[in-house]
């Protein structure tokens, strides 16, 4: 399967914890996104990168919130002292260039409890 | 006011039914367009992609982009009980896209 792959699926932790989620984009894409999207919205960017550089944030991105993408292959989003608010699915996605066709991983649902 | 607009639904047609969905956006930097499929709990699947003003078939998908009306639609020809899911726009100017609240469509037997 070379399609964008996502680790783990579920996240289940307590509220306070740390989480890392991981992103495999498709070999051959050099730009690499994270989203979240919450229940009954569409996805929401929270930032990207090109190669191993992180081009643009989101404010929704707060200081809890970091991305890396070492060696401009996969990528890590870490959440710091999650809130029930951080509850969601974040995504990933990949492309290649500028071109705006985006492919979807399966997505990490996080449960802050 | 969101950039991009789309009606939530739901939306339920009969099996075999023509089916229009639609996005108003207001950024006119905009220039790629693209539909999403997203069963739940699912990441989207990218079913159509657009550059600039047009139409553009794809089987029974046909998409459509009008930059001067900033209007977008995505008609789905001959529907099936399969074609059950989210439909989400979005669209881009030169990196992250920015995605409509996804209309949900029920297709019934």
């Known amino acids: 399967d070379t399609g964008v792959s996502q680790d783990p699926r579920h996240k289940i932790t307590k509220r306070g914890q740390n989480v890392t989620f991981r992103c495999d984009p498709i070999?051959?894409?050099?730009?690499l996104y994270w989203y979240r999207q919450t229940l009954g919205q569409g996805p929401e960017f929270l930032t990207y990168?090109?190669?191993?550089?992180?081009?643009?944030k989101s404010r929704l991105l707060s200081d809890r919130f970091s991305a890396e993408r070492p060696k401009g292959s996969f990528s890590t989003l870490e959440i710091q002292r999650t809130e029930q608010g951080d509850s969601a699915m974040y995504l990933c996605?990949?492309?290649?260039?500028?071109?705006?066709?985006?492919?979807f991983g399966p997505g990490t649902r996080l449960t802050v409890t | 006011q969101k950039e991009v607009e789309q009606d939530p639904g739901p939306l339920s047609v009969p099996e075999g039914a023509i089916v229009s969905l639609n996005c108003t956006y207001s950024?006119?930097?905009?220039?790629?367009f693209m539909w999403y499929r997203q069963y739940s709990r699912k990441g989207p699947e990218l079913l159509m992609y657009?550059?600039?003003?047009g139409n553009k078939e794809d089987g029974r998908f046909t998409a459509q982009v009008d930059k001067s009306s900033k209007y977008i639609s995505l008609f789905i020809r001959d529907s099936q009980p399969s074609d059950s899911a989210t439909y989400l726009c979005?669209?881009?100017?030169?990196?992250?896209?920015?995605f409509g609240q996804g209309t949900e469509l029920s297709v019934k037997p």
């Open positions: 950024n006119s930097a905009f220039q790629y």
């Open positions: 979005a669209m881009s100017a030169v990196g992250k896209l920015i």
């Open positions: 070999s051959e894409h050099n730009r």
């Open positions: 990168f090109q190669n191993e550089a992180q081009l643009e």
């Open positions: 657009t550059y600039s003003s």
């Open positions: 996605a990949s492309s290649l260039g500028t071109r705006g066709e985006q492919y």
